[in-house]
T-cell receptor, first 114, second 114 residues
Framework: DAGVTQSPTHLIKTRGQQVTLRCSPKSGHDTVSWYQQALGQGPQFIFQYYEEEERQRGNFPDRFSGHQFPNYSSELNVNALLLGDSALYLC?????????????FGDGTRLSIL | QQQVKQSPQSLIVQKGGISIINCAYENTAFDYFPWYQQFPGKGPALLIAIRPDVSEKKEGRFTISFNKSAKQFSLHIMDSQPGDSATYFCAVVISNFGNEKLTFGTGTRLTIIP
């Protein structure tokens, strides 16, 4: 049973470019959340997708957008990249049926902005 | 505004000793308190979690102590082993039938020395 998978594992971009990160949730999970983890910090919630819609959003600008597909996989898009966007981007999946179901994390995509 | 404060930032413990990490929160609406363990190059993994209706929960060598009146909770690792060396994050959650986001502390880098 595959867990949460993310691609790519590493990515290097320059300022002003756009990037798309991908996530496949754990089997049986229907909810995908995205987090940004700066070096030496705890993950920060970006947004959450359920039933192909953004269900809630953290304190991130509109440059950050996402999408969820009918097979529950998800993409995170970041436009007009800034140096401060350099971070580990984590995807977490869970099942919406009950409260406080464990969120299972992937190993992340390391994004470096030059 | 930091919703959960975690201390210490780093911790060195001898093998066999007890590791203690503390977290404090402000918002009394939080009602689920998980701890995550993260190894270098990996995503966070759920270690143990507690609800505020109990004061302590133990799973193997890991124990959460919860003080609702003080709005504090802590992780105790008994008989600490070198394999426990990792970064530990506390988190707080408002339960909402799957519509939940994790708010993480800043992390504690734990090193277990022989």
């Amino acid at each position: 049973d595959a867990g949460v998978t993310q691609s790519p594992t590493h990515l290097i971009k320059t300022r002003g470019q756009q990037v798309t990160l991908r996530c496949s949730p754990k089997s049986g999970h229907d909810t995908v959340s995205w987090y940004q983890q700066a070096l030496g910090q705890g993950p920060q919630f970006i947004f959450q997708y359920y039933e192909e819609e953004e269900r809630q959003r953290g304190n991130f600008p509109d440059r950050f957008s996402g999408h969820q597909f009918p097979n529950y996989s998800s993409e995170l898009n970041v436009n007009a990249l800034l140096l401060g966007d350099s971070a580990l981007y984590l995807c977490a999946s869970s099942w919406t049926g009950l409260s406080n179901q464990p969120q299972h994390f992937g190993d992340g995509t390391r994004l470096s902005i030059l | 505004q930091q919703q959960v404060k975690q201390s210490p930032q780093s911790l060195i413990v001898q093998k066999g000793g007890i590791s203690i990490i503390n977290c404090a929160y402000e918002n009394t609406a939080f009602d689920y308190f998980p701890w995550y363990q993260q190894f270098p190059g990996k995503g966070p993994a759920l270690l143990i979690a507690i609800r505020p209706d109990v004061s302590e929960k133990k799973e193997g060598r890991f124990t959460i102590s919860f003080n609702k009146s003080a709005k504090q909770f802590s992780l105790h690792i008994m008989d600490s082993q070198p394999g426990d060396s990792a970064t530990y994050f506390c988190a707080v959650v408002i339960s909402n039938f799957g519509n939940e986001k994790l708010t993480f502390g800043t992390g504690t880098r734990l090193t277990i020395i022989p």
